[in-house]
């Protein structure tokens, strides 16, 4: 079979088929495998107008290929990559390239990439951001690895993403998984903001009695303005669906049971692993855990009756829980980002932070206005540790605080769940603290474990006699 396709795609659901079919919109010859019948058929009768072919033969397809062959991965992670790939490589020939583009945990993309590198093949993986409609006209990328193999991809890659002034949205993240590592804390990002976004629905509803129309005016009101996302967007579109079944609207007709796939929890469990603190994130990926236990939860509600939390000035509430939820989503970005600080330090991903905001400004999940405030204060400081110490986040911070305390407080007082909030503003006053009290951890750890601790006024490590009786 003659070989004559650039680039071919395993799986072609609705993200491999919208994928390739963008290649072809930007002049690329690329085809596609799957084992499902029906999923080839999707493909041609979608890519008409380019003739786009696909195959039901693995090797047919692999055949199709120009050297060094490109192929990307679009399956379900764990087990069915592997399977995929120990299916694949067989059939490939050295210096082949492999790219996982999946949701797969960074720690099996490292262990891919030494398995398939013993075989002479190059492997890389790529998180992938935007859904069905960024996956057609433009996503965001972030592929990690081979560098070797990105070089053979660049230029399909920067074709088919997203544009932001001009400036693709893929960039070259860093070696080993790191592509997979920061698509992970995107999503982590992620979790966080939609669950800020959903406590703030919360607040609407409860504290002051907005309806369906009203938060959709409140919502429309702030992306229009500095707090402007795809994810407000979105939520904002919600609140005017309507049931066809009941004719109201259908937000008030789901379940409140949410769930995930996990990379909100494994982007929390890694932060465990470095020893850096995500609350705000964590506690987006507790809360969908404790929704699931919606029978004991009503059965609580009945013990524990909630009082009235509605807010009296109405006016001037708005106003302070736009600025507490832009506090809180600076939070959100200012987590992720420190720990993809400290992931380049310790897994030497060698990340460069300015370029991963400016790749995420447009096409991903969590694109935002901010996104580029964030972009310039890591371009001006690339060694920048934390977004907190930029002096125009800083000043920002300042001005929005006030809202910020005004609003937990009142959701404290009141009983209504805030969880995302009150993690925003504890984390930021546990960081701008100088001293904490941790001192008495210390000395209680010593205390009862002689785990020793450090002085104030002498270098070393001590263990004091706390208990006489005990000396």
């Not at 300015?354 to 310039?376: N, P, T, V």
Request: aromatic share 10%; net charge negative.
């Amino acid at each position: 079979m003659e070989s004559k396709y650039t680039l071919g795609m395993i799986g072609l659901g609705t993200m491999g088929r919208n994928l390739l079919l963008n290649m072809a919109d930007n002049g690329f010859a690329v085809t596609g495998y799957d084992k499902d019948a029906k999923m080839i058929t999707k493909l041609r009768e979608d890519g008409s107008k380019h003739n786009l072919e696909a195959f039901a033969s693995l090797e047919d397809f692999v055949q199709s290929l120009e050297l060094p062959r490109r192929i990307m991965l679009l399956v379900p992670a764990g087990p069915i990559v592997d399977s995929v790939i120990q299916e694949l490589s067989p059939l490939l020939t050295k210096g082949d390239i492999i790219i996982d583009s999946g949701n797969s945990h960074f720690t099996d993309t490292s262990r891919r990439a030494l398995e398939l590198s013993d075989k002479g093949l190059h492997f890389f993986g790529m998180g992938i951001s935007g859904g069905e409609e960024g996956a057609r006209f433009g996503p965001s990328i972030m592929p990690g690895g081979d560098k070797t193999a990105y070089g053979e991809m660049k230029a399909i890659l920067e074709a088919v993403s997203a544009k932001v002034n001009g400036d693709p949205c893929v960039t070259y993240i860093g070696p080993g998984a790191s592509g997979h590592f920061v698509k992970m804390v995107h999503n982590g990002i992620e979790y966080a903001m939609m669950q800020l976004l959903a406590e703030t629905y919360d607040i609407l509803k409860n504290a002051l009695d907005y309806s369906n129309e009203e938060i959709y005016s409140v919502f429309e009101e702030w992306n229009n303005g500095r707090l402007q996302s795809f994810l407000l967007e979105v939520t904002r579109d919600i609140f005017k669906v309507k049931d066809p079944k009941t004719g109201g609207f259908l937000l008030d007709y789901i379940k409140d049971e949410a769930k995930s796939k996990g990379t909100g929890k494994w982007t929390s469990q890694v932060s465990m692993d470095l020893q850096l603190p995500i609350p705000t994130i964590n506690e987006a990926v507790t809360t969908r855990d404790l929704s699931k236990y919606k029978k004991l939860r009503v059965q609580l509600a009945e013990i524990y009756p909630e009082q009235k939390p509605t807010a009296e000035n109405k006016a001037q509430f708005i106003i302070e829980l736009e600025q507490a939820l832009y506090f809180s989503v600076i939070t959100s970005y200012a987590q992720g980002l420190h720990l993809l600080w400290q992931a380049s330090a310790t897994y030497e991903y060698d990340l460069n932070l300015h370029e991963i905001a400016k790749i995420w400004r447009g096409g991903c999940i969590i694109r935002a206005e901010l996104l580029e405030d964030i972009y310039q204060a890591y371009s001006t400081q690339p060694e920048l540790e934390h977004l907190y110490a930029d002096a125009g986040i800083a000043a920002k911070m300042q001005e929005i605080l006030p809202g910020m305390r005004s609003v937990v407080s009142h959701t404290v007082q009141t009983g209504l769940a805030t969880p995302a909030y009150s993690s925003a503003l504890a984390y930021f006053d546990s960081l701008r603290t100088a001293r904490m009290p941790s001192n008495l951890i210390q000395a209680q750890r010593d205390f009862f474990g002689a785990h020793q601790f450090e002085r104030t006024d002498e270098e070393g490590t001590f263990h004091a006699i706390w208990n006489p009786v005990l000396s």
